[in-house]
């Protein structure tokens, strides 16, 4: 039987969940729940007396939640740069795991209403939560050429973030681009290479996506609460699915897991201050058989790191700078 149009599926679900290493009567949080693929994976592995707390930005994300009727389940709309929160309102300290698979799901990249896409046409609004912020339209109605060319070079990583940028401001000015379409003819004929397999607007899309949900400042407000709710011995699983997104999972996980002292001091190993984090395992891709079923497992990446007894000192996250996805 062929899978409904709208559902999203999981990546390096298996993984993901074994990488969690579960208790079973542990209080695990998902922070990304989109059509709860991983949910349900953790919900099957926990006892009675297990716990998951799941959020989402995307109000349809949790509607879709009220299908699962579990006394063990609850969701929060809320982004996941308020997890502190949300964990304070259920009443809950500390939790075994966290698990956040970060970026867009299948049904929102899917339906063109919400004008994610580059193939339907559709109101340019890629929001995943519609009731907060500013759509895509109404961010390049106001924004500069400089701006547009900064957050298209920096969070597309186009070459031709300049020519991009000019083309969008020629074209605005000519008539409001409120449809994907529009932008996405604009785009096209602004950028003069094609790289293979790749529709020209690709990298504009995702740069927009990525300014308008604040995405890398949301995953660099994320972690720090997440580390800091972890238990000792608790995990924190990252899958990310684009470079930016991964350097930036990359360097809070080693700054967090490195000691911060010179090799060469005069003091045993026991008086050393411990890290807050233990990185378990190397960074894990979908397997050859996973991507030929699921295209989308191509480019995401699983981080995983355990919480030691240290205390976590956010300091320890200043040397990494303000803006870490940045190459
Ligand atoms: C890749 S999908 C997750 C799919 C999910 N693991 C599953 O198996 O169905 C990402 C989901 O995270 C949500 N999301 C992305 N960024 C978020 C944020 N900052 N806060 C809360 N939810 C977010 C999106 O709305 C989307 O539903």
Redesign the pocket.
């Known amino acids: 039987m062929s899978e409904p149009i709208l559902a999203?599926?999981?990546?390096l679900?298996q993984e993901a969940v074994d990488a969690l290493a579960l208790r079973a009567d542990g209080t695990y949080v998902?922070?990304?729940?989109?059509?709860?693929?991983?949910?349900r994976a953790i919900l099957d592995r926990l006892g009675p007396a297990g716990r998951l707390i799941a959020?989402?930005?995307?109000p349809q994300?949790v509607a879709a939640a009220g299908e699962i009727r579990d006394p063990r389940f609850s969701i929060t709309h809320?982004?996941?740069?308020e997890l502190a929160r949300v964990l304070d309102s259920a009443g809950v300290a500390q939790v075994q795991g966290v698990?956040a698979?970060?970026?867009?799901?299948s049904?929102?990249l899917e339906d063109a209403e919400r004008g994610f896409s580059f193939r339907a046409d559709g109101p340019l609004d890629m929001r995943?939560?519609p009731t907060r912020g500013v759509s895509a339209a109404d961010w390049l109605a106001t924004a500069t050429e400089q701006q547009m060319r900064e957050a298209i070079g920096g969070y597309g990583e186009e070459r031709f973030a300049k020519q991009v940028a000019k083309a969008i401001v020629d074209a605005r000015a000519r008539e409001p681009l409120r449809r994907t379409e529009q932008l996405a003819a604009v785009v096209a004929a602004a950028v003069r290479t094609r790289e293979v397999g790749q529709n020209p607007a690709t990298r504009t899309f995702q740069a927009l996506r990525i300014l308008v949900?604040?995405?890398l400042e949301?995953?660099a407000l994320?972690l720090p609460q997440a580390i800091r709710r972890l238990a000792p011995g608790g995990r924190l699983a990252v899958?990310s699915?684009h470079s930016l997104e991964d350097r930036l999972v990359k360097r809070v996980l080693r700054a967090c897991s490195e000691d911060r002292l010179p090799p060469d001091l005069p003091i045993r190993a026991r008086e050393l201050p411990q890290a807050p984090l233990r990185i378990t395992g190397k960074a894990r891709r979908a397997s050859a058989a996973e991507i030929s079923a699921n295209p989308r497992a191509r480019s995401a990446t699983l981080r995983v790191a355990e919480r030691t007894g240290a205390v976590f000192d956010e300091s320890i996250l200043d040397r990494i700078g303000p803006e870490p996805w940045r190459s």
């Open positions: 999203h599926r999981a990546v679900l998902d922070a990304t729940f989109g059509r709860g693929g991983h949910s959020l989402d930005r995307d994300a809320a982004p996941f740069s698990l698979d970060l970026g867009v799901s049904p929102q995943m939560d949900n604040r995405e949301e995953v994320m899958i699915f």
